[in-house]
C-alpha cells in the first residue's frame, strides 16, 4: 500500500506506533522495558520465554524476583522493537494464564541498575587494600 492510498487516519496510527510510512523510511526500533506480575507457577517464566523466541526477539535481560506476596513474581524483560509489535507482545503478555499485570515502562519515569558479582580470593594482608576498592565504588552507585 503506498502513500497515496493511506488515509490521513492511517498515516498518523502507523506514525505513532513507529511504522514505516514510506519504503525508505524504516522502521523505528528501539528498546523497550516490560514489567510483568505473574503467578509463581512452575513453568510461568518459561511461559513468557517462549512467547518472545516464537517471535523472533532477543531477550537483552530477563530478571525476575518473588513480589511483597510471596505467591507472585515480579519480572523486569528489556528487548527491542517498533511500538506495533511490542504493542502486540504486550497484548499476547496479557492473555497468557498466569500473567496478572503487564506495563511498559519504557516512557515512565524509572530507575536501571547493572549489577556485577565477583569472587576474588585475598589473604588479610591485601584485604584493606581491597576494601577500600571496593568502599570507592559503593559510593559511586
Do not use: Y
Not at 23 to 52: K, M, W
Not at 85 to 104: H, R
Request: some cysteine.
Amino acid at each position: 500500500m503506498s502513500n497515496e492510498t493511506l488515509t490521513p487516519q492511517q498515516l498518523f496510527r502507523k506514525q505513532a506506533a513507529g511504522e514505516a510510512i514510506s519504503p525508505e523510511q524504516g522502521e523505528s526500533v528501539h528498546r523497550h522495558v516490560i514489567t510483568l506480575l505473574i503467578e509463581n507457577t512452575l513453568g510461568a517464566l518459561n511461559r513468557v520465554a517462549n512467547l518472545f523466541s516464537q517471535r523472533g526477539f532477543n531477550l537483552e535481560s530477563v530478571s525476575v524476583g518473588e513480589a511483597k506476596d510471596l505467591s507472585k513474581s515480579r519480572m523486569t524483560i528489556v528487548t527491542t522493537g517498533n511500538d506495533r509489535i511490542i504493542g502486540q507482545v504486550l497484548k499476547q503478555l496479557n492473555s497468557l494464564v498466569d500473567t496478572l499485570v503487564v506495563e511498559d515502562v519504557t516512557n515512565v519515569e524509572h530507575v536501571e541498575r547493572e549489577l556485577c558479582l565477583v569472587k576474588v580470593r585475598c589473604d588479610a594482608s591485601e584485604r584493606a587494600a581491597l576494601i577500600a576498592v571496593w568502599t570507592s565504588f559503593a559510593r559511586t552507585s
